[in-house]
C-alpha cells in the first residue's frame, strides 16, 4: 500500500507560478502527474521515473510542455511538478499517482493503469 501526500496548490494570476509536491510513503520507481478540469475527464500531465537505476526521465503532454517541469527528491520520497507561466485553462483539481507494476510502459499509461492516489489539491489560474 502506498500513501501519497500532494501540497502546494493554490490561486495565482495568468502568468505565474506554483510548485506541486507529492511525498510518497515509500520508495516509488514512477511518480506521475494527473489533473482534473471540471465536467472533464482526469488527465495525464507528466510523470517521472527511473527503471533499472537509470537517470530520471521525464515527459510532458504537449499542453504543458516548456511550461512544467518535474523534479524529485529520493531521500524526501517526493516528486515535485513546477508550474510555470500558468494559463486560465490550466485551472483543476491535480493529482500524483503511483503504478505498482515495474516498467517504464506502465508508468506513461493511462488513469486505469495507476493504482494509488493522491487526494488531489486545488490549482485555480485567474486572468
Known amino acids: 500500500q502506498v500513501q501519497l501526500v500532494e501540497s502546494g496548490g493554490g490561486s495565482v494570476q495568468a502568468g505565474e507560478s506554483l510548485r506541486l509536491s507529492c511525498e510518497a510513503s515509500?520508495?516509488?520507481?514512477?511518480i506521475a502527474w494527473f489533473r482534473q478540469i471540471p465536467d472533464k475527464e482526469r488527465e495525464w500531465v507528466a510523470p517521472i521515473y527511473s527503471v533499472r537505476n537509470r537517470p530520471y526521465r521525464t515527459h510532458f503532454d504537449d499542453s504543458v510542455k516548456g511550461r512544467f517541469t518535474i523534479s524529485e527528491d529520493t531521500a524526501k520520497k517526493t516528486a515535485y511538478l513546477q508550474m510555470n507561466l500558468l494559463k486560465t485553462e490550466d485551472t483543476g483539481t491535480y493529482y500524483c499517482?503511483?503504478?505498482?507494476?515495474?516498467?517504464?510502459?506502465?508508468?506513461?499509461?493511462?488513469?486505469?493503469?495507476?493504482?494509488?492516489w493522491g487526494q488531489g489539491t486545488q490549482v485555480t489560474v485567474s486572468s
Open positions: 499517482a503511483v503504478v505498482e507494476r515495474y516498467g517504464s510502459g506502465y508508468c506513461l499509461g493511462g488513469v486505469s493503469d495507476f493504482n494509488y
Open positions: 515509500v520508495a516509488v520507481f514512477c
